[in-house]
């Protein structure tokens, strides 16, 4: 069975910088896309950013400038966000997703969430 463990969500500033981290583990034998989103309190979930391998990462409008995806293929594609000059609007529960492969069929999976709350 294939897990997704997100982390690093917690209580910031306005103006301050976080790191979230996604830890993919079990069956896996490769992994194409992985993304993050967020479900902001009374909103729909919306996507955050995306990453695929050999293509450029892709951002919604409002984190532009202020976020970076990244991922590890060497630790299992554990993907991360860094998130600087935060804002109260990014206040909202972060989960990760992504298409991996077991060896036999691809599925997607998320994460449990983990919560970042920007406020002063």
């Known amino acids: 069975q294939v897990q997704l463990v997100e982390s690093g969500g917690a209580l910031v500033q306005p103006g301050g910088s976080l790191r979230l981290s996604c830890a993919a583990s079990?069956?896996?034998?490769?992994?194409?896309?992985m993304g993050w989103y967020r479900r902001a309190p009374g909103k729909q979930r919306e996507l955050v950013a995306a990453?695929?391998?050999?293509?450029?990462?892709?951002y919604t409008a409002s984190v532009k400038g202020r976020f970076t995806i990244s991922r590890d293929n060497a630790k299992n594609a554990t993907m991360y966000l860094q998130m600087n000059s935060l804002k109260v609007e990014d206040t909202a529960v972060y989960y990760c997703?992504?298409?991996?492969?077991?060896?036999?069929?691809?599925?997607?999976?998320w994460g449990q969430g983990t919560q970042v709350t920007v406020s002063s």
């Open positions: 079990g069956s896996i034998f490769a992994v194409s896309d």
């Open positions: 990453i695929t391998d050999g293509a450029k990462p892709i």
């Open positions: 997703s992504g298409a991996i492969s077991n060896g036999r069929s691809w599925s997607n999976y």
